[in-house]
């Protein structure tokens, strides 16, 4: 991969005064907007030859929008490709080939981190493509009919894998109307295939049906599963599985009271969580009661469940503590009670003079979250900021209150706004907690805007970045522990790039990740990032030192 920078060509203006008095009562003339010139290019190949027609597409990596558009390019006859007008910030880039896969990819999606500079052309962004492996199979019920539309899902098999976390889902595919399924595109590797729904509610997909989870060749228990490998361009065929007899669902039923009146409470919604050993486990039915209070859920399993509020624009009320088991038959009249919540309330503060930027704090909402300290879920409520920056969260339940801003359509605050710090009665508080019913006043969130641009590049010495390694950087503000920034993705060059923070001093810390063989200890720098202007920095590791605590 190398780079080269473009130089901008000075504009000549001409100055028309003796017009000016002519236009005097006209807006001014706005500043003309700099297109961006930076690119990336490359070549795409299959088996050493040309892969002409290949759509590679590229999107920014801290995008939050997942309907943000792609900016893409098709490959020519030489396999070339070219993306150009892209301002100046880190991308994704990443071939759109069904059934094939780049060599040299790290994970599913492919994808090559690239840092474009201004106005910067990043050359030989290349992939190699190679046929992805494909596995095949039928999957019938008890009597060996056909499953169709039915998920299957394939695990891949990590030997450092926890074994007592789920299995990490590589791909899916569904079955057709021959109860045969194909999934493609896989990477190389080990994995194990499984179809129905899982106990533990991992999936919320509902095309499990009502089928037990077996993996092949006919295990409930992963670790009794079968390991399927796959090399490139290979094909496991046969891999069946046959489902058994369908599992016999419930329904519940009841209303939702409120606990102090009696009176039913109307459009309320909550959600179920399965409390499998000693955890909660979401599942896909949810509740929601009508005019009268009343509401139906359907398709439960036996077990034990509890009910977790969803926030509810502002209700006052929360759901007390709701367990309940389903065993053999539907559950009726299950009651629901609702009682007064806790409530947070205050104002947020954009911490900046610019009326440009203080004129977003009504685009800004607020969301809490409670968890609840018995495990069984917990409340959430949301507020959208008036406009003389006061909100209030109700519906709470006890415990300690975590909050965070949004858009007003996203669960991500525009870009360049976060949390700096929360007070509580004038006093820095890492967080609030609230009790039963409690109104809690006198809360000040802080929001800070940057416009301020780190930009970066990690150099090695006395060695190279192992095979299947990878750059890891934090930044944080010192002293202030619950900021939380994003950390910026790292390309090939060791470039990388964090747009939208706000002035002041950051400690960067760079590790090297994910290989194993022993490793440097963090390298950290001191840096300050002032508004509006793009602060570079330059961090080395030495390879020659490597950290003992690393076997």
């Given at each position: 991969m190398?780079s080269?920078a473009?130089?901008?060509v ?5 100055l028309?005064c ?20 930076g690119?990336?290019?490359?070549r795409?190949?299959l088996?050493d ?5 290949v ?9 939050t ?13 030489e396999?070339v ?12 880039v990443?071939?759109?080939?069904p059934?094939?896969?780049?060599s ?15 106005d910067?052309n ?8 190679v046929r ?8 019938t019920?008890?009597?060996g ?5 039915m998920?299957?899902t ?13 299995p990490?889902a590589e ?5 057709d ?14 994995f ?9 509610g991992?999936?919320f997909n509902?095309?499990?049906?009502n089928?037990?989870?077996i ?6 228990d992963?670790a ?6 796959i ?12 489902l058994?007899r ?9 209303r ?7 009176a ?7 959600g179920l969580q ?8 979401s599942?896909?039915?949810t509740i929601?009661?009508n005019?009268?209070g009343?509401?139906v859920?359907e398709g439960l399993?036996?077990?034990k ?10 209700n006052?009320?929360r ?6 088991e ?8 299950l ?17 900046s ?20 300290t018995?495990g069984?879920?917990g409340s ?9 920056g006061?909100?209030?969260l109700?519906?709470?339940?006890s415990g ?9 359509s996203?669960?991500y ?15 820095v508080t ?10 809690v ?10 416009s301020?641009t780190l ?16 750059y890891a950087?934090?930044v944080l ?5 619950n900021?939380?920034?994003?950390p910026p ?10 747009d ?7 400690e960067?810390?760079v590790?090297?990740?994910g290989?194993?063989v ?5 390298v ?14 330059a ?6 030192a ?6």
């Amino acid at each position: 991969m190398r780079s080269s920078a473009r130089s901008a060509v000075p504009a000549v203006l001409t100055l028309l005064c003796l017009a000016a008095p002519l236009f005097a009562q006209s807006p001014p003339k706005q500043p003309a907007v700099k297109t961006p010139h930076g690119s990336v290019s490359g070549r795409v190949t299959l088996k050493d030859k040309p892969a002409p027609g290949v759509v590679v597409g590229l999107k920014r990596t801290d995008s939050t929008n997942p309907y943000d558009q792609f900016s893409k390019a098709t490959t020519d006859n030489e396999g070339v490709y070219r993306i150009t007008n892209l301002a100046a910030g880190s991308y994704q880039v990443l071939p759109a080939v069904p059934g094939y896969i780049a060599s040299d990819a790290s994970n599913q999606r492919q994808a090559s981190i690239v840092v474009v500079g201004e106005d910067e052309n990043i050359d030989d962004v290349n992939f190699t493509l190679v046929r992805g492996g494909v596995i095949t199979g039928k999957i019938t019920d008890a009597d060996g009919k056909p499953m169709i539309q039915m998920q299957v899902t394939v695990y891949r098999v990590d030997d450092k894998q926890d074994p007592q976390r789920p299995p990490y889902a590589e791909a899916n595919g569904q079955t057709d109307d021959r109860g045969i399924y194909r999934i493609f595109g896989l990477n190389p590797g080990k994995f194990k295939v499984a179809a129905g729904r899982r106990e533990d509610g991992g999936n919320f997909n509902t095309s499990g049906g009502n089928y037990k989870q077996i993996f092949h060749p006919d295990a409930t228990d992963v670790a009794k599963a079968m390991t399927i490998e796959i090399g490139e361009g290979g094909e496991a065929k046969n891999i069946d599985i046959s489902l058994g007899r369908a599992q016999q669902t419930f329904s519940i039923s009841g209303r939702v009271i409120n606990s102090e009146t009696g009176a039913p409470v109307p459009d309320m919604y909550f959600g179920l969580q399965r409390i499998i050993g000693d955890r909660p486990a979401s599942v896909a039915s949810t509740i929601s009661s009508n005019l009268r209070g009343d509401f139906v859920a359907e398709g439960l399993l036996p077990g034990k469940y509890s009910v977790m509020q969803f926030a509810n624009g502002g209700n006052e009320l929360r759901v007390e503590t709701t367990i309940f088991e389903v065993i053999d038959q539907d559950l009726t009249d299950l009651t629901i009670r609702l009682t007064k919540g806790a409530s947070v309330s205050g104002f947020v503060i954009i911490e900046s003079e610019d009326k440009a930027v203080r004129s977003k704090l009504t685009e800004l909402r607020l969301q809490g979250f409670v968890q609840s300290t018995a495990g069984t879920g917990g409340s959430g409520a949301a507020a959208q900021v008036a406009p003389d920056g006061s909100f209030r969260l109700s519906g709470l339940q006890s415990g300690t209150l975590n909050v965070s801003i949004g858009g007003m359509s996203s669960p991500y605050p525009p870009k360049g706004f976060s949390i700096s710090r929360i007070e509580l009665n004038g006093a820095v508080t890492p967080r609030v907690e609230v009790r039963d019913a409690e109104n809690v006043t006198g809360v000040r969130i802080f929001i800070s805007y940057g416009s301020g641009t780190l930009r970066g590049v990690i150099n090695l010495e006395n060695g190279t970045l192992p095979p299947g390694a990878r750059y890891a950087v934090r930044v944080l503000r010192p002293n202030e522990n619950n900021m939380y920034l994003r950390p910026p993705a790292v390309d090939a060059r060791g470039h990388f790039v964090m747009d939208g923070l706000p002035a002041g001093n950051y400690e960067i810390s760079v590790s090297i990740a994910g290989a194993n063989v022993r490793m440097p200890l963090p390298v950290k720098r001191l840096v300050t990032v002032t508004e509006a202007s793009i602060t570079d920095v330059a961090i080395t590791i030495d390879m020659g030192a490597q950290s003992p605590a690393n076997p």
